[in-house]
């Protein structure tokens, strides 16, 4: 079992940084391709970042590339999301997700999810 859990989420202004973070209990991260996923109030949740196994390669939603960075740290069982250039339609709960599969970005090929961490973008 993959127990994940988010942290640095916050409440920041518009063009400010938040750093995401997602570590895991439980079993080691290394044999997942990990995903961010956000979701708004009253609305769906939807893709953000995903990074492969090895953290070789990368997929952004077109929302959030140039501003948004995820990397991960498999010797800390960790993953990140650096979030520049905020945006008020940022807002949202940001949640960490593991996939036995690479690359994808529908979050019903993920396996396993974190509680979410709370971010809130001021204008």
């Known amino acids: 079992q993959v127990q994940l859990v988010e942290s640095g989420g916050g409440s920041v202004r518009a063009g400010g940084s938040l750093r995401l973070s997602c570590v895991a209990a439980?079993?080691?991260?290394?044999?997942?391709?990990m995903g961010w996923f956000r979701q708004a109030a009253g609305q769906e949740r939807e893709f953000v970042a995903t990074i492969s196994r090895s953290g070789s390669t990368t997929r952004y939603a077109d929302s959030v590339k140039g501003r948004f960075t995820i990397a991960r740290d498999n010797a800390q069982s960790a993953v990140y999301l650096q979030m520049n250039t905020l945006k008020p339609e940022d807002t949202a709960l940001y949640y960490c997700?593991?996939?036995?599969?690479?690359?994808?970005?529908?979050?019903?090929?993920?396996?396993?999810w974190g509680q979410g961490t709370q971010v809130t973008v001021s204008s």
């Open positions: 997700a593991a996939s036995v599969l690479e690359g994808r970005t529908g979050d019903s090929l993920y396996n396993y």
């Open positions: 439980g079993r080691t991260l290394r044999s997942y391709s």
